[in-house]
Nanobody, 120 residues
Framework: QVQLVESGGGLVQPGGSLRLSCAAS????????MGWYRQAPGKQRELVAA???????NYADSVKGRFTISRDNAKNTVYLQMNSLKPEDTAVYYC??????????????WGQGTQVTVSS
């Protein structure tokens, strides 16, 4: 079983920055994809950014040039640096990781979610 714990959310003014972190623990053999999703009230969950084990990245058009995803494989941790935040970035942010456990089972785990609120 693989557990994800997120941190770094909060309240920030428009134009400000936040850095989210998500650390995985448990029976991990390898993690090939790490990603961040978000869900605003009344909307579906959407992909914000993802990064593969080969460091290929993918971003939603709405965050390109403002958000940066990175990973630390030694710590099984993924980060999301969010700059130039806008009120429309307000949402609950979830991390997701996919990989293989030490028992060679494929897993896809989600964090508990962290609230990001952009408001003056």
């Amino acid at each position: 079983q693989v557990q994800l714990v997120e941190s770094g959310g909060g309240l920030v003014q428009p134009g400000g920055s936040l850095r989210l972190s998500c650390a995985a623990s448990g029976s991990i053999f390898s993690i090939y994809t790490m990603g961040w999703y978000r869900q605003a009230p009344g909307k579906q969950r959407e992909l914000v950014a993802a990064i593969t084990s080969g460091d290929s990245t993918n971003y939603a058009d709405s965050v390109k040039g403002r958000f940066t995803i990175s990973r630390d494989n030694a710590k099984n941790t993924v980060y999301l640096q969010m700059n130039s935040l806008k009120p429309e970035d307000t949402a609950v942010y979830y991390c997701n990781m996919e990989g293989y456990s030490t028992y060679h089972y494929r897993f896809s785990s989600w964090g508990q979610g962290t609230q990001v609120t952009v408001s003056s």
